[in-house]
């Protein structure tokens, strides 16, 4: 199996897999259309840039593990 580092163009693929991983668990098709926003992996997600909770206007790093 290769891992590789997600690139700005995997978006799309990210956000479909992360969708179907979800819906796998046999969850309503409702329910899954309400957590679609949060199972987008955005651009700017794999960019590494995150908004910060407390302050809107802040872009915080997202955090990286590095797995051997």
């Given at each position: 199996?290769l891992?590789?580092?997600?690139?700005?163009?995997?978006?799309?693929?990210?956000s479909?897999?992360?969708?179907?991983s979800k819906?796998?668990w046999?969850?309503?098709?409702?329910?899954?259309?309400k957590?679609?926003?949060?199972?987008?992996?955005?651009?700017?997600?794999?960019?590494?840039?995150t908004?910060a909770?407390?302050?809107?206007?802040?872009?915080?790093?997202?955090?990286?593990?590095?797995?051997?």
């Amino acid at each position: 199996m290769l891992i590789r580092k997600a690139k700005c163009e995997d978006s799309d693929l990210l956000s479909n897999l992360a969708y179907r991983s979800k819906a796998h668990w046999g969850y309503f098709e409702e329910f899954l259309q309400k957590c679609k926003d949060d199972l987008t992996v955005t651009k700017e997600y794999i960019i590494g840039l995150t908004t910060a909770a407390v302050f809107p206007d802040r872009k915080l790093p997202l955090m990286k593990v590095h797995v051997i």
